[in-house]
C-alpha cells in the first residue's frame, strides 16, 4: 500500500458522503416527492437543482475512485475500509443539519471504526487459491504488459 | 403483508447489489492496476480499457437495479428498515460471494471486520 492508495480510498468515502450530503440538501428544497412512478417528471427535474448536479458530480468522483481501488485491491478489502463513509455521514447529519444522534447510534459509530481499523491493518489484496495452486503468473492486461 | 414485500425488496437489494460488487471488482481485476496504465497509456486508454470490459456493463446494470429496488423498497417499507437491513446484510453476502467467486482468501481478520461493520450498520438505525 502506498499513499496513493490511501488517498483513493480517503476518496472513496470523502467524495461519497460530500456527494450524499449534497444530494440530501438539494431533495429538501424539493420537499417530500413520494417515489412512485407519478412523481416521475419531478424526479427527473431534480436534476436541475444546483446542490444535486453538484452531488451527482462528487458521486461520479466517488465511483472513479471506487473503481480504482478495486483494480488493485481485494473487495473484502475495500468495502469495510471504506465503511467510515457511514461515520462521517452521521458526522454531518449531527453537525450540518443538526439532528440528534442517540447512545447506541454512537455504539454503532465505534463498531464501524473498529471495523474499519481491523481490515486496515491488514493485508489489501490476497493471491487468489486458483494462482497459488497451479503458480499462475497473474493474467490481467496491466501486468503482462510491464513484464514485456 | 407489507413486511413481506419490504424483505422482497431487501432481498432483491442485497442479491443485485453483491453481483453489482462482485461483477465490478472482476472486470477492475481483469483490467488491472489503473494507476500503472495511466501512468503509462494516459486516461483514455484507461476509460476504453474499462468500457471494452464486458462483464463491467452487466455489473453497472446490477448496480442500477439495485439502486431502482432501493428506490420502490423505501415506498414500501421504512427507511430504518431497509436501508440498514440492506446495507449489513450486503457486507455479509459480499464476503460469501467475494470468497466463492473470486476467490479471495476472506481470513479472520476480514470476516470480524465485515461482521463489526454490519453490526454498527444495525446499531446506526436504531
Known amino acids: 500500500m502506498t499513499f496513493r492508495k490511501y488517498l ?34 419531478a424526479l427527473l427535474l431534480a436534476i436541475l437543482n444546483p446542490w444535486v448536479t453538484a452531488g451527482i458530480l462528487l458521486l461520479l468522483a466517488f465511483f472513479a475512485c471506487y473503481m480504482s481501488a478495486l483494480s488493485w485491491a481485494d473487495l473484502t478489502y475495500v468495502l469495510p475500509a471504506t465503511s467510515l463513509y457511514y461515520v462521517l455521514v452521521a458526522l454531518i447529519a449531527r453537525f450540518g443539519f443538526h439532528e440528534e444522534i442517540s447512545p447506541t447510534r454512537w455504539l454503532g459509530i465505534a463498531l464501524i471504526a473498529a471495523g474499519v481499523g481491523f481490515v486496515a491493518a491488514g493485508p489489501s489484496v490476497t493471491p487468489s487459491r486458483r494462482h497459488l495452486d497451479s503458480h499462475e503468473p497473474c493474467r490481467d492486461a496491466v501486468s503482462q504488459e510491464v513484464k514485456s | 403483508m407489507k413486511d ?33 496504465l495511466w501512468k503509462r497509456r494516459g486516461v483514455l486508454a484507461v476509460v476504453g480499457r474499462v468500457l471494452r470490459t464486458p462483464t463491467f456493463a452487466l455489473g453497472l446494470m446490477a448496480m442500477g437495479i439495485a439502486f431502482y429496488s432501493l428506490l420502490f423498497g423505501l415506498s414500501w417499507g421504512n427507511l430504518s428498515l431497509i436501508v440498514p437491513a440492506s446495507a449489513s446484510l450486503s457486507f455479509a453476502a459480499n464476503a460469501v460471494a467475494a470468497r466463492i467467486f473470486l476467490h479471495e482468501r476472506v481470513g479472520r481478520r476480514r470476516w470480524i471486520a465485515a461482521l463489526l461493520v454490519a453490526g454498527g450498520v444495525v446499531l446506526m438505525a436504531v
Open chain 1, 8 to 41: 483513493v480510498l480517503a476518496g472513496i468515502t470523502v467524495f461519497a458522503t460530500a456527494g450524499d450530503s449534497l444530494l440530501a440538501r438539494g431533495m429538501k428544497d424539493l420537499g417530500n416527492v413520494n417515489v412512485s412512478l407519478h412523481n416521475l417528471s
Open chain 2, 4 to 36: 413481506i414485500y419490504a424483505w422482497a425488496a431487501i432481498g432483491l437489494i442485497v442479491l443485485t447489489s453483491t453481483t453489482g460488487d462482485v461483477l465490478l471488482s472482476y472486470s477492475m481485476k481483469r483490467v488491472g492496476d489503473v494507476g500503472e
